[in-house]
């Protein structure tokens, strides 16, 4: 199985950035379309983000347009999420995902084959 290993994450007030980074073990990352998720306690995981393969086109939830922006360096085997303009609605355990056989980009958390363990964001008022 490919390994998604997170890091970044924390406490920031309302409108302080944060940067999350996912890197893969598997030396096929470049093939993988990418994904970003979040999840909050009794909601259902959300779309937040995703890039396709080679990074030429990006992808993001309605409620975070225009705030966050998904990036990949495939020699680093590494997908970032830039989270700007935090707001306290954005707290949730975020997740990297890859897809490995990515026909299209997909907003559907089941259409994920590996995910990272998940790291806290959270943002106080």
């Known amino acids: 199985q490919v390994q998604l290993v997170q890091s970044g994450g924390g406490l920031v007030q309302a409108g302080d950035s944060l940067r999350l980074s996912c890197t893969a073990s598997?030396?096929?990352?470049?093939?993988?379309?990418m994904g970003w998720f979040r999840q909050v306690p009794g909601k259902e995981r959300e779309f937040v983000a995703a890039?396709?393969?080679?990074?030429?086109?990006?992808y993001y939830g309605d409620s975070v347009k225009g705030r966050f922006n998904i990036s990949r360096d495939n020699a680093k085997k590494t997908v970032y999420l830039q989270m700007n303009s935090l707001k306290p609605e954005d707290t949730a355990v975020y997740y990297c995902?890859?897809?490995?056989?990515?026909?299209?980009?997909?907003?559907?958390?089941?259409?994920?084959?590996?995910w990272g363990q998940g790291t806290q964001v959270t943002v106080s008022s």
């Open positions: 598997e030396r096929a990352f470049s093939s993988y379309n």
């Open positions: 995902a890859a897809d490995r056989n990515p026909f299209w980009v997909s907003r559907t958390s089941r259409e994920y084959d590996y």
């Open positions: 890039i396709t393969r080679t990074g030429d086109s990006t």
